[in-house]
């Protein structure tokens, strides 16, 4: 199995491919790409991102798509940081990115971005019983305090390295004046957390960004060479305080001639100067620096999933992951359909509906199966899908119910079912039935992953004077859309779906509409 991770920062965007190798989390990088975006120049006076930016980040997407595809890998999973999670106008570009690129970048909050960072970095260096991470980004700071391989508590801050040079150095070199103001600023900024991340004896400190291997590879440096790798390099408060002094009277043209600042040189002065002063602030001698972050947090859990999903698997689901795999189908996103699927199969039958004993795993097939047509063609894949299934030699299945699941597959999309359609009406009366109502379940299901990001969840499902209210939490504003859309099967079966978004902090839900 082969798995592409992306995240979109602030200064740049990383991809990451890589293959399952082994048990246990195990896996062997295959490509990596890198594009610098520099989202941060591309904002307007009201913080949105305009035309160049989402320019600029098609263009990586793109790129990213082109390689993920010729590696074999049917979707890349990409997570958007504080560039688009401030940007007022951050959802609606996720939106037109997956009509541009067919890739939707998921924006996640900086509690989430800190929690995954952790857990990239718990698997690239050796983390204790107690661990402090600081995560820094050209947008925001992120803090995580937790063991071995689990962040249990996480903040994130506005005190990205990009964000605090526009705010704090306009000059070139900056003055002393501005950069003890920008110092002052991240100790005002931290001075309320400080206790909850400060460290104790035994207290294993932890940092993850671009700044920090810059400035391990500069500390490491031979001659004009910097070391390939600064993993697990070890560096000290009073050596990043130094390197700071050094740095902060030279131009940024002149830093740029340090091997390693090439890319970096215009920002690390300020990125510098907020680890270190971070680092004086929880009481923190020294640090390990780690190559691991975000993207490999994502990778980390995402291979996670597929193994939890796996262990269990029955002999005839096991065969459908096998097709699923076999004709390139996205697994990440029917893994996900499935489950929404199933969840609400069980909140009709918890309502009151009555389905056939074999209706979960009859709909569970179908879920992991409904898009393999695309190998085929985009345009009809249904009718696609539901061809390969018949002829795919399904195992654990009578001859009946892989027609079944064809079928079910073949309603996905598009019509629904109709007496016109002639494999449909050579279907028993009850065979029918089944099909149109678990139909209708798989076209919400899918519709509810419209985004492809794997965040909707079934929270509640009720019966109403009207029909049925379905809360869901984690739902892109496309996910919501696509479910509305592909209710109309539900109407017919179940009665009129209005969908629910849960809202954060208790706040009341929103009626999105039948």
């Keep these: 199995m082969r798995v592409a991770v992306a995240d979109v920062g602030t200064n740049s965007s990383h991809l990451l491919i890589a293959e399952v190798r082994g048990g246990e989390g195990g896996y062997r990088v295959l490509d990596a790409l890198k594009d610098r975006t520099r989202l941060d120049e591309c904002l307007d006076p009201a913080g949105k991102l305009t035309p160049e930016g989402e320019d600029r980040l098609a263009s990586a997407l793109t790129g990213f798509r082109a390689l993920t595809t010729a590696a074999g890998v049917a979707e890349v999973q990409v997570y958007a940081t504080s560039a688009l999670r401030e940007a007022p106008n951050g959802e609606a570009v996720a939106v037109r990115m997956r009509e541009r690129t067919g890739i939707f970048p998921v924006i996640i909050s900086g509690e989430r971005e800190g929690e995954l960072t952790y857990l990239g970095a718990a698997h690239s260096v050796e983390f204790g019983a107690d661990n402090v991470l600081l995560d820094l980004g050209g947008g925001s700071l992120e803090l995580a305090r937790g063991g071995p391989g689990r962040a249990e508590d996480v903040l994130s801050l506005p005190l990205g390295a990009i964000r605090m040079t526009r705010a704090w150095l306009p000059h070139d070199p900056p003055r002393t004046a501005e950069l003890r103001a920008l110092e002052g600023a991240v100790r005002a900024a931290l001075a309320p957390h400080a ?23 500069v500390l490491a440096a031979r001659g004009d060479e910097a070391p390939a790798s600064v993993n697990g390099v070890n560096v000290s408060t009073a050596d990043l305080g130094d390197l700071l002094e050094r740095l902060r009277s030279l131009s940024a043209a002149r830093r740029a001639r340090l091997p390693g600042l090439e890319r970096r040189a215009d920002t690390v002065v300020a990125g510098l100067a907020v ?17 691991g972050a975000l993207r490999e947090g994502m990778l980390i859990e995402e291979l996670a999933r597929h193994a939890a999903y796996t262990a269990g698997l029955s002999a005839r689901q096991r065969s459908v992951l096998e097709t699923a795999e076999r004709f390139g189908a996205n697994l990440f996103h029917a893994r996900h359909v499935t489950a929404l699927a199933r969840d609400l199969l069980a909140a009709l039958e918890g309502a ?3 389905f056939a004993p074999e209706a979960r795993s009859l709909l569970t097939a179908a879920a992991g199966l409904h898009e393999v047509g695309q190998i085929v063609a985009q345009s009809g894949h249904h009718k696609h899908s539901a061809y390969l299934i018949r002829h795919a030699g399904l195992r654990g299945f009578s001859p009946r119910e892989i027609d079944l699941v064809a079928q079910l597959a073949r309603y996905h999309r598009k019509s629904g079912p109709k007496p016109s359609h002639p494999e449909y009406l050579a279907l028993a009366p009850g065979d029918r039935a089944l099909v149109s109502r678990l139909a209708a379940v798989l076209r919400v299901a899918d519709g509810l992953d419209r985004s492809h990001a794997g965040q909707a969840r079934v929270r509640a499902l009720t019966r109403t004077a009207h029909g049925w209210t379905l809360s869901v939490e984690g739902a892109t504003p496309l996910d919501l859309a696509g479910a509305r859309e592909k209710a109309d099967l539900w109407a017919r079966e179940f009665g009129p779906l209005a969908l629910g978004l849960s809202a954060p902090s208790g706040a009341p839900e929103a009626i999105l509409g039948a």
Excluded: D, K, N
């Design 195 to 217: 206790e909850r991340f400060r460290v104790r004896p035994g207290t294993a400190v932890i940092l993850s960004s671009g700044t920090a291997e810059a400035a391990a590879g």
């Design 275 to 291: 680890l270190h002063t971070a680092l004086e602030t929880l009481g923190a001698s020294g640090a390990t620096v780690s190559e």
């Design 352 to 354: 009151g509906e009555r």
